[in-house]
């Protein structure tokens, strides 16, 4: 770029400079011209005047008289008068054979010189004469006596008048250009310095002359244009007039510096202004693609200013605005894939140790029926160990979204009203609780139990986050949301939500606590205090529910959660209350199926206790087989979902196919949230979920023989 300006700039001085010196020659020249017209016109008017001046002085009659003495001595005395007359610089009288009668000059050395007489030849009426390094111009006028015929000629007088550079060209002759008189190749007289006429007298030799024509000289490396006028008379001269083109020219060299001064100053402000410009465009340009580069590689952080209000500080601010959502959606998408990740290990472990559990609890309970008084509070003591075991593998199924779910649609204020006086209860008398409840949220579809134990882990954060006084406000209201929410918020659908924020002016939560309050087991508390996975239950209950749920907080100031569940557009279902399980007897044969054979030993024998005939089997092709080997009715057949080989609904199907007259009590605990949807268990069928008490099984029992007894069991079906 530089580069180019300075090519231009070179290349406008080049022509700038040709043009202007093709200028100044013609200038030169056309000066040359007219001075030289100036001096022929000057000469020959100067002539005349001097011609008439000789003409006057001849015709004086005390000059005829003289001249009739013809003694020279007498004449050289008495003719001085006529020089101090005629008011030029020499006066010669000679005899008409030539001789010489009388020489008066006002300069002594032209009188007393030897060239005089050589170069006073002259026949006509005018001529040059140059004597001692002085030029004269010479008019000559006869000296005649008598008239008519009888006139005769007396001699002739000759007028000079002396000829300087000066006289020629006035005082300023060097300042506007040298003058030169030459003769025959030499120098008479000239206002150019002496030590340069020989350096002239070269070049004439040299050079070929045309009156008026314009010539280059040079003269001692200076160059000059010059033309020149003949000066006639019987020993002509020439009069040259010279204009140095180097001194007129001179200005070109002040003029390129300038111009490169300019150029200097255009391209050093033009520097400064693309400095300037880059600063403005091309910087903040290429931040942006480094930092798009480095967004590439992750880093979401590179620092990029945003200054004035121009398109690209727009530009700027739009993809600020992208690489906050990516980053926002980023981190979601991670935190959720390291959740998912946790809850799978998690769901895992929570499903092995379910059955486990079970097996604690239930042999307890049976040990507690037949044990001696003074063992009863050992066995005690181990079914409280199974209880709360059993408590923490509910919440991690819950976390691990592998519990089974029993959603109805419901209205979430109702379950909030229902939960505040326990709420108010567990925040005790110094925490304020107040509640801001919608009316118009619509319905949500939960499992009722669950949704309680989300807002439940959520106001027991929130005491432990006051400390012993402060204020929690529990709220709901609909909310839609948009694409924008949905794009910035990971694994959010966008649609009509129900709300429910609970909030508190407690302690808050710096940005470390933040990222990983979901996790199991993370909490700040003291030991012994909190196990860490209140929130993780939340999380997995919401996502199960098809929720989300995010989180506002701020250290000192306080935490707001805030869980959004899909709104629904269906009635809410009147809530039902459960009649108290009573251990009643039970008749006829149960087809127990469990691949867990200490469980289905656990279950056998409670089911037996409680008067059943129980077929075992340890999935649903040996349970086939034990059906088609059992020749009486199976009442109700009890069976655990996910076994190998054949699960649950698929072998209940199969049996359908070839009996009837039989209730279904599906078991489960762990069951991906698919698969119990996906699998055809029948709307008839109960859910009996792991880990369960035998108080529970008991209850389910109940409710198949009460629903068998109230209407006939639906024949075979094959609806897949
Ligand atoms: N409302 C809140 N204000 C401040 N910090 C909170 C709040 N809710 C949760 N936290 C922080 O998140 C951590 C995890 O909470 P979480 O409910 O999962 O576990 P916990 O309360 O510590 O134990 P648990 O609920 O199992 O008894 C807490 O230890 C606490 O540091
Ligand atoms: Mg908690």
Known sequence: MLAVVFLLTA???ALVQVRMRAHVAEDLASALRT??????????????????????????????????????????????????T???????????AGTEMAIHSRNKHVITSSERLLLFHSSGQHDWWFVNGHLYDLSFAPVTAGAGSEAHRLGQVALGREVTPQSMAGTDALKDGPIIFERDGHVLLSSLDPILWEDFQSWLAKSSHHPQSIQEIDIQGERYLGSFIELSGDHP???????????????????????????????????LFGFVLSRQITRPLEDLVIASRQMEKGDFEFPIKVQGRDEVAELTRAFEQMRKSLRLSREGMLRSARLEAVGRLAGGIAHDFNNLVMIIKGYSDLLLESALPENRPHIEEIKRAGDRASGLTRQLLAFSRKQVLEPQVLDLNHTVRGMLKMIRLLLGEDIELLTSLSEQIGRVKADPGQLEQVIMNLAVNARDALPGRGKVIIETHFCDLDETYAATHNEVAPGPYVLLAVTDNGCGMNSET??????????????????????????????QSRGHVTVYSEVGVGTTFKIYLPAIDKPA?????????????????VLLVEDEAPLRALAAEALKRLGYHVLQAGNGLE???????????????????????????????????????????????????????????????????KPFSTETLVQKMREVQEAAAAEPIP???TES
């Open 237 to 271: 001269i020439r009069l040259f007039c010279l204009k140095s083109y180097d001194q007129a020219t001179s200005f070109l060299g002040l003029l390129n510096r300038m111009l490169v001064m300019l150029g200097a100053i255009a391209v050093l402000t033009g520097a």
């Open 514 to 543: 933040l990222t990983q309050i979901f996790e199991p087991f993370f909490t700040t508390k003291e030991p012994g205090k909190g196990t860490g996975l209140g929130l993780a239950t939340v999380y997995g209950i919401v996502k």
């Open 86 to 96: 005629s008011g030029a610089d020499v006066l010669i009288l000679e005899d008409p």
């Open 35 to 84: 001075e030289s017209d100036v001096y022929s016109k000057v000469e020959e008017a100067r002539r005349q005047q001097s011609a008439l001046s000789a003409a006057l002085i001849a015709n004086l009659p005390s000059l005829k008289a003289l001249m009739s003495t013809h003694d020279p001595l007498t004449i050289q005395d008495a003719s001085e008068a006529f020089l101090q």
């Open 715 to 717: 024949a075979p079906s």
């Open 623 to 689: 349970a086939l087989v034990a059906a088609d080997q059992h020749p009486g009715d199976i009442h109700i057949v009890v069976t655990d979902i996910v076994m190998p080989r054949m699960g649950g609904p698929e072998f209940v199907e199969k049996l359908r196919r070839k009996r009837t007259g039989f209730s279904v009590v599906f078991m489960s605990g762990y069951t991906e949230a698919a698969v119990l949807e996906n699998a055809n268990i029948g709307k008839d069928s109960i859910l009996l979920n």
């Open 11 to 13: 290349a406008v001085l």
């Open 573 to 589: 279902l009147a809530p039902q209350s459960q009649p108290a399980a009573q251990l009643s007897a039970g008749h006829g044969t």
